[in-house]
């Protein structure tokens, strides 16, 4: 079999007569196949074994607490009496509204560079977008923490308190909020961090539309904006939704900056403006310090939620790739 | 091909050996991140006169007593004293290293760096959300002559597990009867109100750009620039200075000796010039270490730090202990033995 698969490969295959030249080969190839699979594999048990850790890790929380686990929002590490539903939210909103304001960010970004950019800016701002990649979150953190949060809290917060009148909407609206340091501007240093990564694909993608069908589209009269909100965008639009997933994974699972800025309460949110926290944050937090087993469980535990919010995540993703391709 | 990499392999395990054996005095320790600049810092004077190397992982408190009942480690480094039930248990030594102090710290429009006073009933009620605004009668009865304005209270505390948080809630426990029953103390805990930060500087940051709020850090970020600091009450009901004489106090009064397992909280001691929110960082051996050469190392470098480390902790703003406490501890390490004989003797 392995013999098969490479006689056509080298020029000198045909006619070679050296049979010890051609077993060798083989055993050389049979090595490297199994290499390849080890690798595979390997990665495949480390998977596994990474779930399968967590849910004996997490167990004793989840049997202790059952469903009130991800209902209640408890979190009193004197009582050990743990419930996520602060943490589990937290990461949904976040996420969410990072995406919200990520998203037409990304797609302006990828158009401008594809259809409207001059040869000589595309190169910066390609390589602006990439950088923006590069940054370490921790800088993304405490730029929120001693930038971000104080403006907010300045030049938003305080007047909307000032602004809102006892008993009003916008009273309720605003909750708790007392800092800058809330879900909005979390979500906010989140949409950044996530930006550069749904902008690189968007722009791979636009690229990938056949120029016959722009320049027809062109050809027919369109305006720029007919061309990419008519044609360029529906026909990339099942794989976009793949590269928008792969960006909310990432949003999911950030942890250092989302510790610094979004206030760190386990308390359910009650508004966008109040401090909230995510699962991956709370894990930071506390679990160097956790000395009870019920603390750590209940962390672990938390692990293995946002495991599987991810998990849903990117196989819905790849679902939707699966679909394009088919 | 494969055999470049079986050389490398090989001279990759030969330099993996020869490190080994020169690096055979090391011992390793895990565990609190308070006390972690003075450990490294007496570990490199340490290594500089005596060629022995610690290697300290500054994980936390939890994670320091993870490893070392895990025993992966030759210590295991705490913030937060263990119950002597927990340390006979697991056959753990435990014993002080170096002493701090916690300091309240808060933002309030007109009040500078040691203006206000506080009591702990009242500081117990800001942190459970009762006292509602700055110029609340509880407040302003401790503070005559000061103008306090109408402004909410926002609480600010630590938002990672903490030996720091752990000692203030200990002190809030044991001052303030409600804090005790609804929220209690740990490294971590269900704070009735506020927002969190992440690390001494995470707090420090939120009440400096927040607006009535109040905090508390380590006594070395309390004594930054543009951070205002508030006196606390203590047990004879006076009012002294944070600073290393007022922690050191706490500790001379502190019953040593008396408490199983040197389980100590320097928490409201009496003394008129203690300060009523200190605590000690502790190491955790155990009785029987698995090495007992590596045991010794360990003693030997504590040895060494408590008659030569004085200096460099104060330094770096920690309080040395009082030498009575140290000859205490020195005759405690004849407890940790390996066939039935000390691992180390001080001299």
């Known amino acids: 079999m392995a013999e098969a698969a490479i006689a056509p490969a080298g ?16 055993r050389n190839d049979a090595i490297f196949h199994a290499l390849c699979l080890s690798a595979a594999m390997l990665l495949m048990a480390t998977l596994a074994g990474l779930l399968i850790s967590l849910i004996i890790g997490g167990w004793p929380a989840l049997s202790h607490f059952g469903l009130k686990f991800f209902f209640s929002s408890a979190w009193d590490p004197v009582a050990d009496d743990y419930g996520a539903a602060g943490p589990i939210v937290g990461t949904l909103i976040t996420a969410f509204l990072s995406m919200l304001f990520a998203l ?16 000589s800016i595309e190169r910066w701002v390609a390589m602006a977008v990439e950088l923006l990649a590069g940054i370490p979150s921790i800088v993304y953190g405490m730029w929120g923490l001693f930038v971000l949060g104080p403006w907010f809290n300045d030049h938003v917060i305080l007047p909307l308190r000032l602004a809102a009148e006892p008993g009003s909407f916008l009273e309720k609206f605003l909750g708790n ?31 990938s539309v056949p120029t016959y069908v722009r320049e027809a589209a062109y050809g027919m ?27 909310l994974g990432r949003a999911l699972g950030e942890t250092m900056a989302v510790t610094f800025i979004i206030g760190n309460s386990h308390a359910f949110p009650t508004s966008i403006f109040d401090s909230g926290s995510t699962i991956a944050s709370t894990i930071a937090n506390e679990f160097a310090e956790a000395t009870t087993d019920m603390h750590v469980s209940a962390l672990v535990a938390l692990g293995l939620v946002l495991f599987a919010i991810t998990f849903t995540t990117l196989a819905v993703a790849r679902l939707l790739l699966g679909k394009e391709k088919a | 091909m494969f055999r470049k990499f079986a050389y490398a392999f090989g001279a990759a395990a030969v330099v993996a050996g020869v490190v080994g054996i020169a690096k055979a005095d090391n011992f390793t320790g895990a565990g609190a991140t308070f006390p972690a600049p003075v450990y490294s810092a007496w570990a490199q004077a340490y290594h500089g006169a005596t060629g022995n190397e610690l290697n300290y992982q500054a994980i936390g408190s939890g994670g320091g007593i993870r490893q070392i009942k895990a025993k992966t480690v030759d210590f295991g480094a705490s913030d937060k004293p263990l119950q002597p039930a927990e340390l006979n248990a697991a056959g753990l030594l435990q014993f002080p290293t170096v002493i701090g102090g916690i300091v309240p710290i808060v933002n309030i429009p007109g009040v500078t ?28 009865r401790l503070n005559p002559g000061v103008k ?48 969190g930060g992440k690390g001494n500087d995470g ?29 606390v009450e203590n047990k004879a009901h006076q009012y002294p200075n944070p600073d290393p004489v007022s922690f050191a106090a706490a500790a001379a009064n502190a019953p040593w000796g008396r408490a199983p397992g040197n389980y100590v909280l320097l928490i409201d001691e ?17 009785k029987n270490p698995g090495n007992a050469q590596k045991a010794a190392e360990v003693l030997k470098f504590v040895d060494w730090s408590y008659k030569n480390g004085d200096a460099a902790a104060g330094k770096l703003d920690y309080v040395p202990l009082p030498l009575s406490v140290k000859n205490m501890i020195r005759k405690q390490w004849l407890q940790i033995t390996a066939g039935g004989k000390p691992v180390y003797v001080s001299k």
């Open chain 1, 11 to 26: 020029e000198t295959a045909p006619q070679v007569k050296d049979l010890r030249g051609i077993s060798r080969a083989g």
């Open chain 1, 104 to 119: 037409p960010l990304a797609i302006g970004i990828a158009v401008f560079l594809v259809e409207f950019c001059p040869k």
């Open chain 1, 177 to 207: 909020a007392s800092s800058g340091s809330n879900i909005f501007t979390a979500s906010v240093i989140l949409a950044i961090m996530v930006l550069p990564f749904i902008a690189t694909v968007f722009r791979e993608l636009l690229l």
């Open chain 1, 221 to 247: 009269g369109c305006t720029p904006f007919e061309v990419v909100s008519n044609i360029m965008l529906p026909y990339i639009r099942k794989s976009a939704i793949g590269a928008v997933m792969l960006g």
């Open chain 2, 113 to 140: 760096a040691g203006k206000l006073r506080l009591s702990g009933p009242v500081l117990g009620d800001l942190f459970l959300g009762k006292i509602r605004r700055w110029d609340d009668a509880a407040i302003a």
């Open chain 2, 148 to 195: 306090l304005p109408s402004l909410p209270v926002t609480v600010v505390h630590r938002a990672d597990g903490s030996g720091t948080s752990f000692i203030f809630t200990s002190y809030l426990s044991a001052v303030n009867r409600d804090w005790a029953a609804r929220v209690g103390a740990n490294d971590s805990v269900n704070w009735p109100t506020g927002l």
């Open chain 2, 203 to 231: 707090v420090a940051a939120f009440v400096k750009q927040t607006s009535g709020s109040i905090g508390y850090v380590e006594y070395i970020y309390a004594r930054k620039d543009n951070v205002a600091w508030t006196y």
């Open chain 2, 270 to 286: 009496p003394g008129a010039k203690a300060w009523p929110i200190s605590g000690a960082t502790f190491l955790l051996m155990y």
